[in-house]
């Protein structure tokens, strides 16, 4: 990780528990496992990318499910990602920009899709 990030995501989070247990799993992994947890992400990421590709509406069965596998793969590599937790994350997609050139560098309109179906998702758990 960038010193920056990693200095930038300590001083914001760092006193929280999903940062304490995330940086706790960090130490563990090996080469491999951080390349798991990376493919997972990507993996995630692009069924919504195709159901954004489709022309699917962000709150279609198909983006809410990479919504929901991105969601645990947070869970699983990271720390507990609840859905309001899910959508805190969303909302930095698309006022950060260095997360939304992150995503628009795979799609143009993809941040915005994104938290769309990450909260459409999280809509659809509450009922």
């Known amino acids: 990780m960038n010193n920056q990030y990693a200095y930038e995501a300590k001083a914001r989070w760092g006193e929280t528990d999903a940062y304490k247990e995330s940086q706790k799993r960090f130490k563990s992994y090996s080469k491999e496992d951080i390349a798991a947890a990376q493919k997972a992400m990507d993996d995630a990421t692009k069924i919504v990318m195709l159901a954004m590709q489709k022309g699917l509406p962000a709150n279609s069965a198909e983006a809410m499910s990479g919504a929901d596998a991105h969601r645990n793969s947070i869970t699983y590599?990271?720390?507990?990602?609840?859905?309001?937790m899910h959508v805190r994350l969303a909302e930095m997609y698309i006022s950060d920009p260095r997360f939304t050139e992150n995503y628009e560098k795979l799609a143009i309109g993809l941040a915005q899709y994104m938290h769309d179906a990450i909260v459409a998702n999280s809509q659809s758990h509450a009922l």
């Open 77 to 84: 590599w990271w720390y507990p990602c609840g859905y309001e």
